[in-house]
């Protein structure tokens, strides 16, 4: 069975940091445009961030820019997203997603990947 498994959510108290994992399984996602979304309840799913295959091309939402990273090990076939300085308002799901190849404008959006996780819970606590 393909796919992407997300793992590294949990709660935390504002200020604080998490590292997500998406790690891939029943094929290889080493080659694919990988990015990062969220969904909080009762909001649209949310571009967060994006890493091309060979990560030379990284995009973020400009709000997490400076407190999100994201990376990747494609020997591990693995993504990551660094999160610091958490808020309140980062809470919701977060899941990856993996794409073969998406243009710069379609890296944003939720209908420029094909291949989803089935997300991962963070919280938040003020």
């Known amino acids: 069975q393909v796919q992407l498994v997300e793992s590294g959510g949990g709660l935390v108290q504002a200020g604080g940091s998490l590292r997500l994992s998406c790690a891939a399984s029943g094929r290889s996602f080493s080659s694919y445009v990988k990015g990062w979304f969220r969904q909080a309840p009762g909001k649209e799913r949310e571009f967060v961030a994006a890493?091309?295959?060979?990560?030379?091309?990284?995009k973020y939402a400009d709000s997490v820019k400076g407190r999100f990273t994201i990376s990747r090990d494609n020997a591990k076939d693995t993504v990551y997203l660094q999160m610091n300085s958490l808020k309140a308002e980062d809470t919701a799901v977060y899941s990856c997603a993996a794409v073969v190849f998406t243009s710069d404008p379609n890296a944003v959006l939720p209908e420029g990947y094909n291949y989803w996780g089935q997300g991962t819970q963070v919280t938040v606590s003020s």
């Open positions: 890493i091309s295959w060979s990560g030379n091309r990284i």
